[in-house]
């Protein structure tokens, strides 16, 4: 095994036990997770396989299981990992395996989530290339990684950074929070940015929707107090013009996501418009998602009554 993948493995076996500790306890943390499981949830479909590469302890995967999703597998590099994620859901599939070498065939998930893996690696694009094969031809990755250039770090900022920085101090001191030691990060772990970020996505798919989130709140992720954490979580609402601490990235491995599709409808509509002598052909085009979307009303009706127990005849 290479020996970055060795220092991650001896670096993600001794966090292990105290992870959800470090990362998952405050309230802002868990409202940064929210929001990322509310946008997986926006485009993982309940009956389809969904995999979670890098999926450690399980906190996206817990959360989807929890709303119903059954077919998730879940794979590591880290036993260690894998074993907390097993102790809190017992069914879940758990794998260890390296992510540049997934044990799936070519297409076979829906959706794969990619939740703060990419940047422990050296050569990302080697997961990234992995995963895209492993997924369906209109399956979507849903992906968050840190951003090394929020806007906190940057000189226009260094008041604003100041305050923030003395605030945490203050409220940190007043809760007695002592930072709990963790073992030294390898030299291969490092935020991107969003230039190094979009390239490495859009070299080998399609991005749907790339944003950045939590401007302020980055500094505050081991605050226990919900009402202070709540008015740090609207500071973020103010400064959402701005760079934020994470990016949020959703890519598909072909062109024709729902919003391509939508998009080059609208663009066709458009060109109907300034063509008059297209407008025959063209009608035909305009009434078929009419058709599709009573096709699946039709769909729902008949399983109503199915499930009713009445007789179609
Ligand atoms: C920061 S943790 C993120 C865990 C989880 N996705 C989350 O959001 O809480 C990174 C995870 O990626 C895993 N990982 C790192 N390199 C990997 C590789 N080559 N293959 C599979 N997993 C890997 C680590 O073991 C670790 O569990």
Same mark, same amino acid.
């Given at each position: !095994?290479?020996?970055?993948?060795?220092?991650?493995?001896?670096?993600?076996?001794? !966090?292990?036990?105290?992870?959800?500790?470090?990362?998952? @306890?405050?309230?802002?943390?868990?409202?940064?997770?929210?929001?990322?499981?509310?946008?997986?949830?926006?485009?993982?479909?309940?009956?389809?396989?969904?995999?979670?590469?890098?999926?450690?302890?399980?906190?996206?995967?817990?959360?989807?299981?929890?709303?119903?999703?059954?077919?998730?597998?879940?794979?590591?590099?880290?036993?260690?990992?894998? @074993?907390?994620?097993?102790?809190?859901?017992?069914?879940?599939?758990?794998?260890?395996?390296?992510?540049?070498?997934?044990?799936?065939?070519?297409?076979?998930?829906?959706?794969?989530?990619?939740?703060?893996?990419?940047?422990?690696?050296?050569?990302?694009?080697?997961?990234?290339?992995?995963?895209?094969?492993?997924?369906?031809?209109?399956?979507? =990755?849903?992906?968050?990684?840190?951003?090394?250039?929020?806007?906190?770090?940057?000189?226009?900022?260094?008041?604003?950074?100041? =305050?923030?920085?003395?605030? !945490?101090?203050?409220?940190?001191?007043?809760?007695?929070?002592?930072?709990?030691?963790?073992?030294?990060?390898?030299?291969?772990? @490092?935020?991107?940015?969003?230039?190094?970020?979009?390239?490495?996505? *859009?070299?080998?798919?399609?991005?749907?929707?790339?944003?950045?989130?939590?401007?302020?709140?980055?500094?505050?992720?081991?605050?226990? *107090?919900?009402?202070?954490?709540?008015?740090?979580?609207?500071?973020?609402?103010?400064? @959402?013009?701005?760079?934020? *601490?994470?990016?949020?990235?959703?890519?598909?491995?072909?062109?024709?996501?729902?919003?391509?599709?939508?998009?080059?409808?609208?663009?066709?509509?458009?060109?109907?418009?300034?063509?008059?002598?297209?407008?025959?052909?063209?009608?035909?085009? =305009?009434?078929?998602?009419?058709?599709?979307?009573?096709?699946?009303?039709?769909?729902?009706?008949?399983?109503?009554?199915?499930?009713?127990?009445?007789?179609?005849?």
């Amino acid at each position: !095994m290479e020996p970055w993948k060795q220092a991650e493995m001896a670096f993600e076996n001794t !966090m292990a036990g105290t992870y959800d500790f470090h990362y998952y @306890r405050s309230p802002i943390s868990k409202a940064h997770l929210r929001e990322f499981f509310n946008l997986v949830r926006r485009y993982a479909v309940p009956d389809r396989f969904v995999l979670d590469v890098g999926g450690g302890t399980g906190a996206v995967t817990e959360r989807l299981l929890r709303r119903g999703y059954r077919r998730i597998v879940t794979v590591d590099l880290s036993l260690a990992m894998l @074993r907390e994620a097993k102790k809190k859901m017992p069914e879940l599939t758990a794998i260890v395996c390296d992510g540049e070498h997934l044990p799936f065939k070519d297409d076979s998930f829906r959706t794969v989530i990619c939740s703060s893996v990419l940047h422990h690696l050296p050569f990302p694009d080697r997961m990234l290339g992995e995963i895209k094969r492993a997924l369906a031809p209109y399956g979507v =990755v849903v992906a968050q990684e840190p951003n090394q250039s929020h806007c906190l770090s940057k000189p226009r900022f260094s008041q604003v950074s100041g =305050v923030a920085m003395g605030l !945490m101090h203050y409220l940190y001191r007043i809760e007695q929070y002592e930072p709990v030691s963790e073992p030294p990060i390898h030299e291969y772990h @490092r935020a991107f940015t969003r230039d190094e970020l979009v390239s490495l996505f *859009s070299a080998q798919m399609f991005i749907l929707d790339f944003r950045s989130r939590f401007a302020f709140s980055c500094l505050f992720t081991k605050l226990h *107090s919900p009402m202070m954490s709540r008015m740090i979580l609207a500071v973020d609402r103010l400064l @959402r013009g701005n760079e934020g *601490s994470v990016f949020h990235i959703v890519c598909s491995k072909s062109e024709g996501g729902h919003r391509t599709l939508l998009k080059n409808y609208l663009r066709f509509l458009e060109q109907l418009r300034q063509d008059p002598d297209q407008r025959m052909p063209g009608a035909f085009l =305009v009434i078929l998602p009419a058709l599709i979307v009573l096709g699946r009303f039709y769909e729902f009706y008949e399983r109503v009554r199915q499930k009713l127990g009445k007789s179609v005849y």
